[in-house]
């Protein structure tokens, strides 16, 4: 890959960003399992104090989730910056999380950023290395600040 003016190429820019869609896309439409595919074979993901390795701990974590199929998410993903680096290439990823229980109104659950960094796997396709979720407010402690109420 040849870095232009410290940029991704376009191709490899949108390889990552329909990456990083597709990871919401899957969590949205409850094919977690399938969202192991999207990561190098030991790659984690990690969420608050708890990181899954490697694809088996994905499948299990899958399970879980797979078990409280009352819960409907939608993942809204933006400012995406992409950025070049030795290993292939880092970014961050703003979220935010809107979560339906039991068929109830949706509500702001989480607002946060992801730290990624990006690798390539054995057949040159855009995969996740690492990704990191790092809360930037929950939206009921941001609420209950703001009201001096508690919601949630």
Same mark, same amino acid.
């Given at each position: 890959?040849t870095w232009?003016d410290? *940029?991704?190429?376009d191709a490899?820019?949108r %390889?990552?960003?329909?990456?990083i869609v597709?990871? %919401?896309w899957l969590l ?7 969202? @192991?595919?999207?990561?190098v074979?030991?790659g984690?993901?990690?969420l608050g *104090?708890?990181?899954?390795v490697?694809r ?5 974590? %899958?399970d879980?989730?797979?078990a +409280?199929? @009352? ?8 400012n995406?910056r992409?950025?070049p680096?030795e290993e292939?290439?880092s ?7 809107h979560?339906?229980?039991?068929g109830?109104?949706?509500y702001?659950d989480f607002?946060?950023?992801?730290r990624? $960094?990006?690798?390539?796997d054995n057949?040159?396709?855009? $995969?996740f290395g690492a990704r ?5 407010a929950? @939206?009921?402690d941001?609420q209950?600040? %703001?009201?001096?109420? +508690?919601? *949630?």
């Open positions: 890959v232009i410290g *940029a991704l190429p490899d820019r %390889a990552i960003e329909d990456l597709e990871h %919401a949205d439409h409850g094919r977690w399992h399938d969202v @192991a595919q999207l990561y074979d030991d984690t993901l990690t *104090a708890h990181t899954l490697g088996d701990q994905f499948h299990k974590w %899958a879980t989730r797979a +409280n199929s @009352a819960r409907q998410t939608h993942h809204q993903c933006t995406i992409l950025r680096d292939g290439a970014g961050t990823v703003m979220l935010v999380l979560v339906s229980d039991s109830q109104s949706p702001v607002i946060g950023e992801y990624d $960094r990006y690798a390539r057949h040159g396709h855009w $995969r990191v979720l790092h809360p930037l929950a @939206a009921a941001q209950q600040s %703001a009201t001096g109420t +508690n919601n *949630a």
